[in-house]
């Protein structure tokens, strides 16, 4: 099966596809935990002298779609800005990407990513 990716904006913790709106915020409080706790846990000096913890916030969302162009899995990238702005070409901050989510409806008709029981994809 041929996936193609889709890169979309997000608005605070929501998306739209299609014209359909999807709720992020499950996914969206999972990895912020789970990115500064992996990088507290294996670069905490690193981090906290290079990143301001606290700048870490939602930028876009990439979708990843079936010949359909149906959402197979989203995945949510995040922006953490740097402390010192003297870092010239890296620019101002650095991309992390969250886990992989699968998309779910609830019972409301709501449209949502579901953290996904066994799959977990941190990436600085």
Not at 3 to 24: C, L, P, Q, R, W
């Amino acid at each position: 099966m041929a996936m193609n990716t889709v890169e979309i904006s997000i608005k605070g913790t929501e998306f739209e596809f299609n014209g359909v709106k999807y709720d992020a915020e499950l996914a969206i409080t999972k990895d912020k935990k789970l990115i500064i706790s992996e990088a507290m846990d294996y670069h905490k000096e690193e981090f906290e002298k290079k990143y301001d913890k606290n700048s870490l916030t939602q930028d876009f969302v990439r979708l990843f779609l079936d010949e359909k162009n149906e959402i197979v899995y989203a995945m949510i990238i995040y922006i953490i800005k740097y402390k010192n702005k003297d870092y010239g070409v890296l620019g101002n901050g650095r991309y992390a990407c969250g886990n992989y989510y699968p998309i779910y409806k609830s019972s409301t008709g709501k449209n949502f990513l579901e953290p996904h029981p066994f799959q977990a994809s941190i990436c600085w």
